[in-house]
Nanobody, 122 residues
Framework: QVQLVESGGGLVQAGGSLRLSCAAS????????MGWYRRAPGKQRELVAH???????NYADSVKGRFTISRDNAKNTVYLQMNSLKPEDTAVYYC????????????????WGQGTQVTVSS
């Protein structure tokens, strides 16, 4: 089993910044892709950004130029720096890990965190 623990959510005014963190644990050897998804009220969960172990990044068009994803492979941690936040960024943000290999050799296709609330006031 893999545990993903998110932190850093909260309430911020439009134009402000927040930094989300997600630490993965559970005797992990490697993680192929780590990313952030979000679900706004009344909408489906959508990809925000993801990053491979080699550092390749992908962003949703709606956050390009405002959000930056990064990761620390040694710590199995992924970050999301969110700048110039807009009210439409309000959502529950979920951390995701794909292609997890555990020390035992067990491979886990995908794991999710519990989510952290981000609220942007206008």
């Amino acid at each position: 089993q893999v545990q993903l623990v998110e932190s850093g959510g909260g309430l911020v005014q439009a134009g402000g910044s927040l930094r989300l963190s997600c630490a993965a644990s559970g005797s992990i050897l490697s993680i192929n892709v780590m990313g952030w998804y979000r679900r706004a009220p009344g909408k489906q969960r959508e990809l925000v950004a993801h990053i491979t172990s080699g550092g390749s990044m992908n962003y949703a068009d709606s956050v390009k130029g405002r959000f930056t994803i990064s990761r620390d492979n040694a710590k199995n941690t992924v970050y999301l720096q969110m700048n110039s936040l807009k009210p439409e960024d309000t959502a529950v943000y979920y951390c995701n890990a794909q292609g997890v290999t555990k020390v035992s050799g067990l491979q886990i296709s995908s794991s999710w965190g519990q989510g952290t609330q981000v609220t942007v006031s206008s």
